[in-house]
């Protein structure tokens, strides 16, 4: 009923004024809420958090498959208890005292370093994929918003900066640059070539290289970079160099339905952690006079990982430097931890949590940690087993196809006698038993990571 025909009904003027009053003051369900009128963070939460983060798969809820990775929700209501003075469970960052948010400190505030490919390099850090993972980069304006925002003391209410940078959507991506190639007789690059990334899409690939050399070389230190968008990089050994994937055959592990590709898979069950990094660029060096040894001949299996939540196609490369040493040097050959449980038996339709424990013969220093296991795979733990530290916790992944990759700042040192024990838990849906085996159908359960002797 509209105003005219109240005023046939025979409504006052003074009626009539209150209604268009009133109507004047209600807003449309469809019109955007005053930014101004909103704290800073109730800004950040409606205009990132919500939209960019909190999506379902990433940071929605405690039932995303992800949760058990990061443990963080971003959703409405529990986003700020989350964030602000909480520690985070990326562990290079918990290692150098950084909260998920600290109050007047973006630089040691994990969130501004997710959001920002470039804060990492205000500080030299680097503390893993920057997000959104695989989609488009937050806007200058919106980053600098909520560094402005922690800087002011990440407030609950209030407004400490300025809105308007909300409204900025400049993008600033900087062109990938390969890493150069190592000079002569200083190392080796190898590297996979751009490939694409189909819309809506996580791509991940092998393809088996030659090293290229012909006499057995040291590797001190190796450095990785990759285009954005990417959640791993991994150079794998061989644990059976007889049975190898064909040369410079690209292997994906999703066929074009994202089905598994059962080959790949199976080829997976093959390899020898080398060398990794979980973000976009990585420089690790190892301890003086400790090097890995590649002998003559050798050959790598080289794995990357994009995801594509864009609409668009996006590109992807890898590439890795192996950085190199004279023998002379050396004094300690690092040595790549292979401690597997092939006593698996998993029970059909529950869940059980299976150990195996590794004792060492000679004392030994140990520099890096990552695992292995299949799908049924849910947790692996990882414990000192003997000493003083008996029963320590040391790694924890909840992720069975791209675990953690943990680097000691000071390695562990376990004594002749101690070693390390694996804790995993397995969640086998199936109708049947499973046990240790090559096969996706089968599962495993091993440390990988690196070592030295005294």
Known sequence: MNVLTYTRLGLSMGV????????????????????????????IQQKILTPTCATSGCHASEQDPAFLQHGLVLAEGVAYQNLVGVDSKNSAAKADGLKRVKAFASLESLLYHK????????SG????NTMPLGGTPLSDGKIEFVRRWIDAGAPKTGSVADAKLLDDETVTIAPFEPLPVPAAGAGVQMSIAPFDIQPNFERELFVRKMVGNTQDIYVNRYEIKMRSGSHHFVAYDFRNRNVL??????????????????????????HVYLAGSQAQYMDYTFPEGAALLLPAGSSLDLNSHYVNKTTTVMKGEALINLYTVDKSKVQRIIQTLDLGNTNLNIPPNGRVTLTKSFTFSKPRQILTLTSHMHKLGEKFVIKINGGSRNGEIVYTSTD????????FKTPITLQKGEGLTSEITYNNTTNKTVNFGLTSEDEMGIIFGYYYEE
């Open 16 to 43: 009539l004024a209150l209604l268009l009053n009133l109507l004047a003051c209600q807003k449309a369900p469809t019109e955007p809420v005053d930014p101004t009128g909103l704290a800073s963070f109730d800004l």
């Open 115 to 122: 959001l920002s490919v470039y804060a990492s390099h205000h």
């Open 125 to 128: 850090k680097q503390y893993g």
């Open 245 to 270: 994937p064909n040369l410079n055959d690209v292997r994906d592990l999703r066929n074009t339905d994202n089905s598994l590709n059962l080959a790949t898979a199976l080829s997976m069950s093959n």
């Open 400 to 407: 069975w196809e791209h675990p953690d990759i943990v680097t």
